[in-house]
């Protein structure tokens, strides 16, 4: 099955600079990469995410990037400010079609903090 | 839509007793699962659902754990009995094409 394996573990930045979050997949099949955000005490909520017809995908200051030969794919958040901080969730999956769900495989996730 | 919909919002239970979470996914989603999330193991996916149908249970940690889905709308998980190292916030989440999304949790306390 899929594997995906995300770094680094804790992040630490100061506000107004940037972060990068990386990703690997093992399954070359996969062709969804979504980014999750979890606030303290919230629920993980969907902030980004690419299929594998694409390279790039930008909104506003968030941007992943994805490299389907080497199977990794990134998050880069610029301008950090202290409410980005907050725990980054990659995932994996191959969805079948455009109406049915799949399982997703997700990383163990970055604890970003953004000290002012 | 309101969301994945999950309750109760906090559980607190003595060690041996039942507690039983309850889910309803987005409608017209067809994938259903349940996570648990602790500070140690991340987030686990437990089981998920497929248009009713159990497909994969092999995160369900042992037997005290069961989780049903009779109908489209409605999804528990049952842990009997429960143990204080159950402690843990649990999630649903339900899937369609284009969405993935999670409710708000259940925090479970076992005493």
């Known amino acids: 099955g899929e594997n995906v394996e995300q770094h680094p573990s804790t992040l630490s930045v100061q506000e107004g600079d940037s972060a990068v979050i990386k990703c690997t997949y093992s399954?070359?099949?996969?062709?969804?990469f979504p980014w999750y955000k979890q606030e303290l005490g919230k629920r993980p909520q969907l902030i980004i995410d690419?299929?594998?017809?694409?390279g790039e995908k930008k909104d506003q200051r968030i941007a992943v990037t994805l490299n389907k030969t080497a199977k990794h794919f990134s998050l880069h958040i610029t301008e950090t400010q202290p409410e980005d901080s907050a725990v980054y969730f990659c995932?994996?999956?191959?969805?079948?079609?455009?109406?049915?769900?799949?399982?997703?495989?997700f990383g163990e996730g970055t604890q970003l903090t953004v000290n002012p | 839509d309101a969301g994945v919909i999950q309750s109760p919002r906090h559980e607190v239970t003595e060690m041996g007793q039942e507690v039983t979470l309850r889910c309803k996914p987005i409608?017209?989603?067809?994938?259903l699962f349940w996570y648990r999330q602790t500070m140690m193991r991340g987030l686990e996916l437990l089981i998920y659902?497929?248009?009713?149908?159990?497909?994969?249970d092999s995160g369900m940690p042992e037997d005290r754990f069961s989780a049903k889905m009779p109908n489209a709308s409605f999804s528990t998980l049952k842990i009997q009995p429960s143990e204080p190292r159950d402690s843990a916030v649990y999630f649903c989440?339900?899937?369609?094409?284009?969405?993935?999304?999670f409710g708000s949790g259940t925090r479970l306390t076992v005493v």
């Open positions: 989440a339900s899937s369609s094409g284009r969405d993935y999304t």
């Open positions: 399954d070359s099949a996969s062709n969804y």
């Open positions: 690419i299929r594998s017809n694409v």
């Open positions: 995932a994996a999956s191959i969805r079948a079609g455009e109406t049915s769900g799949s399982r997703l495989t």
């Open positions: 409608s017209g989603h067809d994938y």
């Open positions: 659902f497929n248009n009713n149908v159990p497909i994969d």
